[in-house]
Antibody, heavy 120, light 108 residues
Framework: EVQLVESGGGSVQPGGSLRLSCAASGFTFSPYWMHWVRQAPGKGLVWVSRIEGDGSSTSYADSVKGRFTISRDNAENTLYLEMNSLRAEDTAVYYC?????????????WGQGTLVTVSS | DIQMTQSPSSLSASLGDRVTITCRASQSISNYLNWYQQKPGKAPKLLIYAASSLQSGVPSRFSGSGSGTDFTLTISSLQPEDFATYYCQQSYSSPRYSFGQGTKLEIK
C-alpha cells in the first residue's frame, strides 16, 4: 500500500523558516516525480512545487519561487520542502503527492497533510 | 496561466440523484483534466484522470467527459459517502498546474 506521511509543520513567525518532510513507503520511490500541494484554511488546492525522480529538475509556483526549495533523498525514500522567508499567506495544510508517471501532472496518492501556520 | 472555473460552487442533492458538475478551462487543455474528491479534514482523492479514465478502486457511478475547454463529472446515483467537495485540475500547462475553486455537494 502506498503511504505518504508528512511531518515538520507548525507555527512560525513571519520571516521564519520550516522544513517539511514526507516519508514514502509501499512503492519504489526513486522513479516517481513528486509534488507539494497546499490548501489554505477553508480555501482550494494550490500546486506548490515539483521534483523529478532523480532530483535533477525542480519547478515552483511563482508565489514561492526563490523562498522554497524542494529536494529528495531517494536512499531514504523522503521528500522535503525547505520554506524560508515565510509569509502569512503561506499558512496552509501542505500535502505531499505522487505523480503516477513522469509528466502526467496529476496526483494519485496524497499524504494526510501537515499544517503550517505563519503568524506573529 | 490557465484558469479553471467550476459550476456550481455548491449543490444540494438527494440520495439516488444523478449529479453533474462542470469545469471550464480558460483555454483548450485537450483531455488533460482530472477530478478529485475531498471530505472534511481529509486529503483529496483522485477520481478521474485524463478527463474520462476512472482511477483504480473508484466506484463506476463516477464518470468524466469532455475535451478542449468544457468538462463534466457525473455521479449517476448519489450515495451517502459521496457528499464532499469536488475539484477539477488541469495538467496541460506543466508545471503550472491549476485547480478549480471546488464544488461542495451537500445533502438536500
Amino acid at each position: 500500500e502506498v503511504q505518504l506521511v508528512e511531518s515538520g509543520g507548525g507555527s512560525v513567525q513571519p520571516g521564519g523558516s520550516l522544513r517539511l518532510s514526507c516519508a514514502a513507503s509501499g512503492f519504489t520511490f526513486s522513479p516517481y516525480w513528486m509534488h507539494w500541494v497546499r490548501q489554505a484554511p477553508g480555501k482550494g488546492l494550490v500546486w506548490v512545487s515539483r521534483i523529478e525522480g532523480d532530483g535533477s529538475s525542480t519547478s515552483y509556483a511563482d508565489s514561492v519561487k526563490g523562498r522554497f526549495t524542494i529536494s529528495r533523498d531517494n536512499a531514504e525514500n523522503t521528500l522535503y520542502l525547505e520554506m524560508n522567508s515565510l509569509r502569512a499567506e503561506d499558512t496552509a495544510v501542505y500535502y505531499c503527492t505522487r505523480d503516477p508517471s513522469a509528466r502526467s501532472g496529476y496526483f494519485d496518492s496524497w499524504g494526510q497533510g501537515t499544517l503550517v501556520t505563519v503568524s506573529s | 496561466d490557465i484558469q479553471m472555473t467550476q459550476s456550481p460552487s455548491s449543490l444540494s442533492a438527494s440520495l439516488g440523484d444523478r449529479v453533474t458538475i462542470t469545469c471550464r478551462a480558460s483555454q483548450s487543455i485537450s483531455n488533460y483534466l482530472n477530478w478529485y474528491q475531498q471530505k472534511p479534514g481529509k486529503a483529496p482523492k483522485l477520481l478521474i484522470y485524463a478527463a474520462s479514465s476512472l482511477q483504480s478502486g473508484v466506484p463506476s457511478r463516477f464518470s468524466g467527459s469532455g475535451s478542449g475547454t468544457d468538462f463534466t463529472l457525473t455521479i449517476s446515483s448519489l450515495q451517502p459517502e459521496d457528499f464532499a467537495t469536488y475539484y477539477c485540475q488541469q495538467s496541460y500547462s506543466s508545471p503550472r498546474y491549476s485547480f478549480g475553486q471546488g464544488t461542495k455537494l451537500e445533502i438536500k
